[in-house]
T-cell receptor, first 111, second 113 residues
């Protein structure tokens, strides 16, 4: 699985959009970009994933650059409950391989 | 529907004792994973099951760790002769075979005194 690079921490004001970047310059053509988050003292939670097209669900939007070397997770209206560590992971979607978690981005949403 | 459940939520044991941790995956999920997260550390993979078979055990840290899965459903992670460095949160996840999105349980917090 390709390695990802994320900022260690970010802040965001409540109600504003949180944009979390991820670099994955060595991603392979058959690898998807997955995002998970871990709220304090809970298990990781799946957010969204995508291959090359932008994706949106009820939780977030995922923007993947045309060359697929980077992506951005967007939380359109951050709330205090979105404070968590966000992990960007690349892997093949149809496989059942393990997830390899990096250090993630610690997002702090403030009032 | 019901998510992944794990029991116990918390476990305190003495060094040298054996412990068993249980995971009930989402119904119908054929793939099951165990991870652990030590204090202040990232999540590390332990073992993966597809059905009752474990094609990837590469993350088990020592032969004191073992896991089994029966009936393609419930899984048990056993740690023998526990050590203080085994203290961690043990997380279980499941997924539909081939779809890849893993859904995690709340974890079991293990403290070895």
């Amino acid at each position: 699985d390709a390695k990802t690079t994320q900022p260690t921490s970010m802040d965001c004001a409540e109600g504003r959009a949180a944009n979390l970047p991820c670099n994955h310059s060595t991603i392979s053509g058959n690898e998807y970009v997955y995002w998970y988050r871990q709220i304090h003292s809970q298990g990781p939670q799946y957010i969204i994933h995508g291959l090359k097209n932008n994706e949106t669900n009820e939780m977030a939007s995922l923007i993947i650059t045309e060359d697929r070397k980077s992506s951005t997770l967007i939380l359109p209206h951050a709330t205090l409950r979105d404070t968590a560590v966000y992990y960007c992971i690349v892997r093949v979607a149809w496989g059942t391989d393990k997830l390899i978690f990096g250090t993630g981005t610690r997002l702090q949403v403030f009032p | 529907g019901a998510g992944v459940s794990q029991s116990p939520s918390n476990k305190v044991t003495e060094k040298g004792k054996d412990v068993e941790l249980r995971c009930d995956p989402i119904s119908g999920h054929t793939a099951l994973y165990w991870y652990r997260q030590s204090l202040g550390q990232g999540l590390e993979f332990l073992i993966y099951f597809q059905g009752n078979s474990a094609p990837d055990k590469s993350g088990l840290p020592s032969d004191r760790f073992s896991a089994e899965r029966t009936g393609g459903s419930v899984s048990t992670l056993t740690i023998q002769r526990t050590q203080q460095e085994d203290s961690a949160v043990y997380l279980c996840a499941s997924s539909l075979g081939g779809q890849g999105s893993q859904y995690f349980g709340p974890g079991t917090r293990l403290l070895v005194l």
